[in-house]
């Protein structure tokens, strides 16, 4: 079932401008499928592109599930662009930003890195 609902996101994707994981979220949202569907992402777009060495994806800071189906997906957070999402209503939320990589996805472990990399 979860593959089915995959291609059916990964058609709609390719084929609508601007297709977010909103639109994932209005076509299964609360069956708690996500997870399950964003590995399978994965294992397509890294098996069919052996180049591919991410996949990145981003968010609303207000997605909470989304987010946490990132992190389930073996997904790190990368980035926490402020202000980088108009909303609706005028309003500018936080956009963030996750990837995983080739090397993380085929070790089921996660690299992490160091966000304080740089003193002053």
Not at 20 to 42: D, F, N, P, V, W
Not at 67 to 87: C, D, I, Q, T
Request: charge should be positive; hydrophobic fraction near 40%; proline fraction near 2%.
């Amino acid at each position: 079932m979860a593959i089915a609902w995959a291609w059916l996101f990964l058609k709609i994707w390719k084929t609508t401008p601007r297709c977010s994981t909103s639109a994932l979220r209005r076509l299964i949202g609360g069956q708690g499928l996500g997870t399950q569907i964003l590995k399978e992402l994965c294992t397509k777009v890294f098996n069919e592109n052996p180049e591919t060495v991410r996949f990145e994806g981003q968010t609303r800071e207000d997605n909470i599930a989304m987010r946490k189906v990132f992190l389930k997906s073996g997904f790190l957070k990368e980035a926490h662009y402020r202000m980088g999402w108009p909303a609706e209503d005028g309003l500018r939320l936080a956009s963030v930003a996750y990837a995983i990589l080739r090397q993380d996805w085929e070790s089921g472990e996660t690299t992490a890195f160091d966000w304080n990399d740089v003193q002053i």
